[in-house]
């Protein structure tokens, strides 16, 4: 607060209308803002060299025994001028009470010292071409998007507030979303930038979020991107990664967690009692709940010497918020039993993105996490095994790590299996067979396994392992669902996939409405791997009305038809946003299939086809 002493000093001088000035040390002002030397009589101003004959100067009164100092004015439009020795202050500026309590960003606002900018000028980059992953590096191209209808492009973004459900889908959005774009035109490109980077967090990508706000200059953040912004640094545990835009632009937002926050980047700022009072003035208003300002304190006090003690008292906190989750995180503080379970797979993510997350945590976590997308099969193999190497956890806590080392190392084949479907039995949900894709493909093709080859297959093909998927097309039945696996997964196929065949797989599909076979239909059929007639004929024994339109299958149509790419990975997002499959319908699949394979993104239309089949 020194500054802002210093400042109100400066303020109160401007109040005062004379100053009585006393002789000492050198003066360091400028030769224009000195006083004029004392003088007993009027002195004539000597007459110039030049050509143009010199203007004397009116004499002026001698001075008294208290010289006055020269104020020029400062002029203001067609005000009156001041009288000589009067300083005009704005209208309603405020009093020195009132400036005394004042903190110092309001002193800085008030007096435009307030900066701007956080980066040299030379170093500030243009709102173009705003992303992560430029085309050469997987994205989709820069201007794919700019001459695409503003008000599509933005309706698309804003109705992305969720998961979508197919992992493969959720890879394929994030990668559109994270690519280096230009905006539409009509649409502002902060704004565009928001709008991405909001829908990559609704998705629970935080970390690639993180990532695309951070392309984007601080002066240039307005109240949607700094929002965008916010979920981002919180979803990671990077709360002090926020603090540049909070302390640039303190005033986009006014809610408690923001005020909490530029509380607490002011004390990891050196400004440990403003921090302080504002915390304790948040506590005594009200502006935030005691849990939330008690955790802010707690946080801001490490910053400090430490010595103020916060006891976090967790009795009447019914729920959980990505505030106080992330801060409990990242100061290691335990999290009730009952609000911890019931919090949601958004938080079981936010585990996996948190460093500070203990590690049996985020091991329980990468199961949703990997199911989702947001992590690879590479990925949960390196926290199994990390979990498998640490001294800190029981046998008990690594028995899943154990199996998964038996996956892979086991002496046969059958020991290996075994180890597999013990994981897939332990857990529910998609996310064991994404941990153990890899030792899915170590495992030799044999007709004794045949049997167990859907489940085999399901789980190399959740990481992309097609080539080695289609190894065990020489011992799966046809019509089962191994078959069914395969026909979707190839990359290329010489000839149409028979009636009779997907006939032999309904007859013997046990899933609920029989599910699997009307998305093995709509996947074929998007692929154009089964000849009209037969589509036809399929759609009306599963009761499958493939060829329905609505907006939105119009618009990924469109899309296909004109080859965008990028506008179809947005729209087949849009169409797959949900939290199980069964919220996603045949006819979805088949517009989605048809428009990526169109735009040759033939590869992740067979891989979501074939995960519809098996998650069905």
Known sequence: MKRAHWLLAGAALALSSSLALAGGPEDLLPPAFRDPPRQNAPTPTPAPTAARPATPVPPRPAASSGSTPVVQAVPSGSEAPAAPGEFRLPPNFPSLEELSEMEEDEVDELLGL??????????????????????????????????????????????????????????????????????????????????????????????????????????????????????????????????????????????????LLKAICEAYSGESRSAERNLDRALGTGLAEEIDVRLAQRYAGAAGDGGRAVNIEWDGVDEITPWRFTLARTLSEDLPEGLRDGAGARYDIADVLIPATPLIDRVAASNTAGARGVLSSAAMVDLYAQLWASDAYSGSDKRLAGLLREAYVATSAGDRLDAMQQLWDAQAGYGPQVLTAYAAARLP?????????????????????????????????????????????????????????????????GSEDQRKSAFLVAGLAGLGRLGANDVASLSERLGLNLARSSPWSTKIDRAGELGNATLVALLAGLGMQGTSWDQMTPRHLYHIVRALNAVGLEAEARMIAAEAVARA
């Open 114 to 259: 307030r900066p701007r900018f956080d980066i040299p000028a030379g170093a500030r980059r243009a709102v173009a071409e705003v992303g992560v992953i430029a085309q050469n590096e997987g994205g989709f191209p820069v201007g794919s998007l700019r001459g695409q209808p503003a008000g599509l492009v933005r309706a698309a973004l804003v109705a992305s507030r969720g998961p979508i459900v197919s992992r493969w889908g959720h890879i394929l959005m994030r990668r559109a979303l994270a690519s280096r774009l230009d905006a539409p035109q009509g649409l502002d490109p902060v704004e565009f930038a928001a709008l991405r980077a909001q829908a990559l967090d609704n998705m629970g990508e935080g970390a690639v979020a993180r990532a695309l706000v951070q392309d984007v200059d601080g002066s240039e953040y307005n109240s949607v991107l700094t929002n965008a912004a916010f979920d981002a640094y919180l979803g990671t545990g990077d709360i002090l990664g926020m603090c540049p835009v909070a302390r640039l632009h303190g005033q986009l937002r006014d809610d408690g967690e923001w005020e």
């Open 445 to 509: 093709v044999s007709e004794d396994m045949a049997d167990d080859a859907g489940p085999i297959i399901t789980s190399m093909l959740a990481a992309g392992l097609d080539r080695n998927a289609l190894r065990w097309g020489s011992v799966v039945p046809e019509g089962s669902l191994g078959w069914a696996l395969l026909v979707l997964a190839q990359p290329t196929r010489q000839n149409l996939v028979s009636e009779n065949a997907v006939d032999s797989f309904v007859d013997d599909d």
